[in-house]
C-alpha cells in the first residue's frame, strides 16, 4: 500500500511538476473556450478544472491523466444551461458524480469494452466536428481583423512547436496576441465580454434548485448522458495513457473517481468534466507519469487565474477561436478516411451513422447509443447465417446444419428443409452447428415433427454438449417416438 | 568487438536492409546479441487505441510489423530480442541506446513515415547525432 502512493505519488517529482506547469498552461483557453460552449461564465469551466484534476489525483485509478471540464461534456450541457440556468447544472453535475459513481460500483467499465471501435471512432469524429461548429459563430461574418486573428493564431499553434517544445504553443499565442491586441486597441471581441473572471478560490454551496422530482426530472436525461459520455472519454483516454506508458490501470476505480471529482465539482460551481485526451497526451510527453502531475496541473491553474486573472478577460476570442479549430484538428481521428475504405462495410457504416446522429442531434450520447444498436444488429445478422445442406448416403437422407441456430436464425433454419417426402430415414446432423436458445429447439422441434407427420424416421446427432443439454431440457419430440443421440 | 546491437526497426524496406546488414556484422562475432528495437510512437497512440480491438491486438499487430524482419534473423541463426518501446522515435530509440550501452546502433536510413519526416527530419539523423556508440546508417 505504502509502495503504491510512493510510486503513483513520488517516483517521478521533479518531471511531474514540471509537466503538471505545462499541462495547466495548456489548460486555461480550453476551460474557458468549453466554459463559452456550454454557455456559462469562464469561471465555471476553470473552478471545474481546477477540482477535478485536484480531486482526480487522490481518487481515479489512472495515474498521470488529466481531467478537467471538456468539449464532450460542455455540448450536452448547453440546451440545460439555456433553458434552466447554471444552479440546474450544477445540480446535474452532482447527479452526474453519483451515476458514475454507482457505475464504478457496479463494475460498468467492463460493459465499455464492448462498444465497437467504429462507435469510438464516430464519437471522436463527431465530437470534433461539434467543437468545430460550435466555434462558427464566434468569427464568421463577425470582422475582418477576427479571421486575421484566427489565421495568426492557427499558424502559431502549428509552426511554433518546431521551435519552441517546452511552452505550449497555445499559450503562446495567446501572449502574443493579447499584448498587441491591448497595445493597438484592436475592436475584437475578447472574454470578457461573454463572461466575468472572479480572482477567488471556489465556495463550497449547495445548488439553487427546489428538491423536488420535477428538478429530477429535468436534470436526470442531462446526467445520464454526462455521465456515459464522461466515463467513454475517460477509459478510451485511461487506455491511450496505459498505452503511451506501458503501465496498466484501473478502470472501475477510475469510474469512480470521474464520480467522485463531479459530485465534489458540483458543490463548488465547477460544470461536469471527465478525462482529456490531448491534455493527457501532453502531460506524458511532458514526462508526466505520476498523479502529482495532475495535481499539479489543477492547483497551477487555480494560481494563474487568481494572479492573472485581469489579463485573462482580455484575451481576444478569435485567439480562442484559432486554438479550438487546433483542438478539434487534433481530436479528429484522420485515419477514418483509410478506415472506410478498409474496414468491412458495417463497420464504415456504423462509423457513419454515429457521426451523423451525434451532428444532426447535438447529443454525443445518443450517437453511441444508436451506434451500439446498429452494430448489434449487423452482429446478429451477421452471425445468424445458418446452412443445411442436404446429401443421401445408403438410403438416408443426411442434412448437415452449420451456422449459430437462436432466435435470429430459425427460421431459415426451419424453411431449409423439404417436407414433401414419406417413409424416409432422415439424419440431421448439427456436428457443426450451435443450439443456443429455446427458440432454437423449437425449431428443431418442429422441423422433427413436420417429418414424422409423413411416417418419416428422424435422428438427430452431432450435437455438442452444451447444445445436447439445452435440447434435452426443452425439447417435446424428444420424448416421443424420435431417437436422440448425440455422439 | 560489437557484442550488443541495437537494430532500430518499424517494419519499412530500408529497416529489412538494415537487419541484413546487422546480420552479416553479427556473423562476425561470437555471443552477438541483437536487440530489434520497435518505438510504438507518441503521435500515434490515439489512432492505435482507437483501431485496436484491444491491448493484447495491438501488441500483436506491433510485433507482426516486425515479423520479415524476424524471419531473416532466425534464418540465419542470429541470437536476438524484440524490445517494445514507447515514446518519439528519435529520442526513445537514443535514450535507451545510451542507457542499455549499445556498442553499435543499426537504422535504416528512412522509416515509414515519409511526410512526417519531411516536415520532422528523420529519425535516422536524429539517432545519428545524438547516440554515443557508433552508428550505422542503411540505405
Given amino acids: ?487 | 568487438m560489437y557484442e550488443k546491437i541495437l537494430l532500430a526497426a518499424d517494419g519499412s524496406k530500408n529497416s529489412i536492409r538494415a537487419a541484413k546488414e546487422a546480420i552479416k556484422i553479427a556473423s562476425l562475432i561470437q555471443n552477438c546479441l541483437i536487440e530489434v528495437v520497435y518505438v510504438a510512437d507518441f503521435a500515434k497512440a490515439k489512432s492505435d487505441i482507437l483501431h485496436s480491438k484491444g491491448k493484447e491486438e495491438l501488441d500483436f499487430s506491433r510485433r507482426q510489423k516486425l515479423l520479415p524482419l524476424e524471419e531473416q534473423l532466425k534464418s540465419h541463426n542470429v541470437t536476438y530480442e524484440v524490445k517494445i518501446l514507447h515514446g518519439e522515435p528519435g529520442p526513445a530509440i537514443v535514450d535507451y541506446a545510451n542507457k542499455e550501452k549499445f556498442d553499435l546502433v543499426i537504422i535504416g536510413s528512412r522509416g515509414l513515415n515519409t511526410l512526417q519526416e519531411m516536415v520532422l527530419g528523420s529519425v535516422s539523423h536524429k539517432v545519428m547525432k545524438r547516440v554515443n556508440c557508433p552508428a550505422l546508417i542503411v540505405k
Avoid at chain 1, 102 to 113: H, Q
Avoid at chain 1, 252 to 277: D, L, P, S, V, Y
Avoid at chain 1, 377 to 388: D, L, P, T
Avoid at chain 1, 390 to 418: C, M, P, R, W, Y
Fill in chain 1, 1 to 487: 500500500m505504502q509502495g503504491r502512493i510512493k510510486k503513483e505519488w513520488f517516483s517521478n517529482i521533479r518531471a511531474d511538476i514540471l509537466a503538471g506547469i505545462v499541462v495547466a498552461l495548456a489548460l486555461i483557453p480550453e476551460a474557458i473556450a468549453f466554459s463559452i460552449i456550454a454557455g456559462v461564465d469562464p469561471m465555471v469551466g476553470l473552478y471545474a478544472s481546477f477540482c477535478i484534476a485536484v480531486i482526480i489525483a487522490f481518487v481515479g485509478g489512472r495515474p498521470g491523466m488529466i481531467s478537467a471540464a471538456t468539449g464532450a461534456m460542455a455540448l450536452l450541457m448547453l440546451p440545460l444551461v439555456k433553458e434552466h440556468g447554471l444552479n440546474y447544472l450544477l445540480a446535474a453535475t452532482i447527479l452526474t458524480g453519483v451515476i458514475q459513481v454507482l457505475f464504478g460500483i457496479f463494475k460498468v467499465a467492463k460493459v465499455m469494452k464492448f462498444i465497437p471501435r467504429a462507435v469510438m471512432i464516430g464519437f471522436v469524429n463527431a465530437l470534433a466536428i461539434l467543437i468545430f461548429m460550435a466555434q462558427v459563430p464566434h468569427f464568421i461574418g463577425i470582422s475582418t481583423m477576427t479571421y486575421v486573428f484566427v489565421a495568426i493564431t492557427l499558424l502559431i499553434v502549428y509552426i511554433m512547436p518546431r521551435f519552441i517544445k517546452t511552452i505550449p504553443a497555445p499559450l503562446i499565442a495567446i501572449i502574443i496576441l493579447t499584448a498587441i491586441a491591448i497595445y493597438a486597441n484592436m475592436d475584437l471581441r475578447t472574454v470578457g465580454d461573454l463572461g466575468t473572471i472572479t480572482k477567488s478560490l471556489p465556495e463550497f454551496f449547495i445548488p439553487d434548485v427546489p428538491f423536488t422530482f420535477e428538478t429530477l426530472a429535468i436534470i436526470f436525461p442531462y446526467s445520464l448522458a454526462l455521465a456515459i459520455v464522461g466515463l467513454l472519454e475517460s477509459l478510451l483516454t485511461a487506455s491511450i495513457v496505459d498505452d503511451m506508458t506501458g503501465t496498466e490501470s484501473n478502470k472501475n476505480k477510475e469510474a469512480r473517481g470521474q464520480g467522485i471529482a463531479n459530485i465534489f465539482t458540483g458543490f463548488f460551481g465547477g460544470m461536469a468534466g471527465c478525462a482529456m485526451i490531448g491534455q493527457s497526451v501532453i502531460n506524458v510527453k511532458s514526462g508526466g507519469r505520476g498523479r502529482l502531475s495532475t495535481l499539479v496541473a489543477g492547483l497551477f491553474l487555480m494560481f494563474l487565474i487568481i494572479v492573472l486573472g485581469d489579463l485573462v478577460v482580455q484575451i481576444p476570442m478569435p485567439v480562442l477561436v484559432g486554438i479550438m479549430i487546433m483542438v478539434s484538428i487534433g481530436t479528429f481521428d484522420w485515419s477514418s478516411f483509410s478506415y472506410l475504405r478498409k474496414a468491412p462495410k458495417t463497420d464504415a457504416v456504423v462509423m457513419l451513422v454515429t457521426v451523423g446522429i451525434v451532428v444532426a442531434t447535438n447529443d454525443l450520447s445518443k450517437g453511441v447509443i444508436a451506434g451500439v444498436i446498429l452494430s448489434a444488429i449487423f452482429f446478429v445478422a451477421k452471425i445468424s447465417h445458418i446452412q443445411v445442406k442436404e446429401h443421401h448416403e445408403n438410403q438416408q437422407t443426411i442434412f448437415t446444419v452449420e451456422g449459430q441456430l437462436f432466435f435470429a436464425s430459425v427460421d431459415k433454419f426451419v424453411d431449409s428443409f423439404n417436407y414433401n417426402v414419406e417413409n424416409k430415414d432422415i439424419i440431421i446432423d448439427f456436428s457443426n452447428a450451435h443450439i443456443w436458445d429455446d427458440s432454437a429447439v423449437g425449431a428443431i422441434d418442429k422441423a422433427v415433427l413436420k417429418y414424422r407427420e409423413n411416417n418419416n424416421t428422424v435422428t438427430i446427432k452431432g450435437l455438442n454438449a452444451s447444445s445436447k443439454k439445452i435440447v434435452d431440457k426443452l425439447s417435446i419430440s424428444n420424448h416421443s417416438n424420435t431417437k436422440l443421440s448425440a455422439h
